[in-house]
């Protein structure tokens, strides 16, 4: 297991290095965007309409940050269960997000999808909401303020923790459950 | 009667949700200090390390623990002596209401058709129990949705028995792996009805981690089920390893002849509760 500092835009070269299990910091860009969000971004893109930020390259994270207390640029901003984007990713994949962050599992088509486009799939530690909001830098919402906390924001973060959870190459970290039958 | 201000209730309410969702229980706490130090896997060891560093984080910040701060669940005994004027629920939910905005949750709440935000966390799930007495007890906890969503309810034939049980929970923590945040807490609900079941399985997750049914059988059957869920070693977050599972408590109330209702209510790791009694 290697140990990574990558900047977004992340390129091919970079998500190409990248196996399950690698830890990765990741610094410059991301973008928040859970449920509603996605939704929002799918009917843009049925109606040809642009997209608040270029997909290309783009980092999403599945992220409803708690609000920001006065002095800080965000409240608690861990990651939320990724598989209710599963129903997006593929089609955002194929436009261009070089990764998603979250946690939990993510469907074939995603992972296909991620094996097809060169994307990768990180995982953040679910329920460190504080701690991980340090390295939140500055956050802004860019779209669809009015979902709240389901709004896109422009984040820019530094040596965000993460773990490779599914790879380009159909690696994945996560464990099997050991079931009798 | 013995009357208790509403204001009274709005105030403790809104001070129980910013401090359960900036305050790690200790009985957490003290789960989580045992993990990080005989976890098997590194990776797990390493997960317990930053939740336990997010604990001392959100209690110095006063950031929450979680930016999922939950819908926020009452579980009320109240005294039929007591009397609140105002009402007991308008009281609950203005406290919620002032918790939440005051404390910076995150408001989670929205209609499930449209998805429009109800804005300030509304409703309140308040679940009343009239007892006899005067006392008043009020018991909130901070429900996240990842876990819930891994939570089931199902109505097993009596024939299944315990074996069945087990079975269907086992298999149910298996499905979820790393989704709810483990290592989880289960609450497990036997028998009741259809709607009673998670009910009490929910109101099962107040209990400490660390305290022991009182009737033996059921805590005898607590720990065989904590044993074969952390069989499955999905580990902290699904990376692997022994601790998928803090605790299981199970309540159990007489059903139908005909039905053996079972629900499973998945709590994340960050099992955020609070009591206060008037």
Known sequence: MAKYSLNTPLTDADIEKLRAGDVV?????IYSGRDAAHKKLADLLDAGQPLPFDLKGASIYYVGPSPAPPGRPIGSAGPTTSYRMDAFAPRLISLGLKASIGKGKRNDEVKAAMRE????????????????????TASKVIAFDELGPEAVREMTVK??????????????????????? | MKEIKAADISAAVARMCVS?????????????EEGFKNETTEAGREIFRQLLENADLAFETKLPLCQDCGLAIFYVEMGEDVVVPGGLN???????????????????????????????????????????????????????????????VTMLAPSQGWAGIKKFVVQRVAEAGPNPCPPV????????????????AKK????????????????????ELLAEVNALGIG?????????CLAVKIAVEPCHIASLPLAVNVQCHSARHEEVEF
Do not use: Q, W
Request: charged share 25%; glycine share 14%.
């Open chain 1, 25 to 29: 910091l990741l610094s410059g860009i």
């Open chain 1, 117 to 136: 486009h060169k994307a990768v799939y990180f995982g953040a530690t679910g329920g460190a909401g504080a701690l991980l909001s340090k390295c939140i």
């Open chain 1, 159 to 181: 040596d965000f923790p993460l773990l490779v959870i599914n790879d380009a190459f159909g690696g994945e970290l996560y464990a099997k459950p050991n079931l009798k039958e």
């Open chain 2, 20 to 32: 359960a969702n900036t305050k790690l229980p200790d009985d957490v706490r003290r789960k989580f």
């Open chain 2, 90 to 152: 308008k009281a609950i939910t203005e406290g919620m209401v002032a918790g939440y905005k005051d404390g910076y949750l995150r408001k989670s709440s929205c209609d499930p058709l449209t998805r429009k935000n109800t804005g300030d966390n509304t409703p309140a799930i308040i679940h009343i129990d009239l007892v006899p007495g005067d006392k008043l007890k009020i018991s909130y906890m901070a429900k996240g949705g990842g876990s819930e969503n891994m939570s089931r």
């Open chain 2, 185 to 200: 807490i289960l609450g497990i609900g036997i028998g009741g009805t259809f709607e009673y079941a998670p009910k009490i």
């Open chain 2, 204 to 223: 099962a997750l107040l209990r400490k981690l660390d305290d022991t049914h009182p009737d033996p059988k059921i805590a005898a059957m607590e720990a």
């Open chain 2, 236 to 244: 902290p977050m699904g990376l692997g390893g022994s601790y998928t």
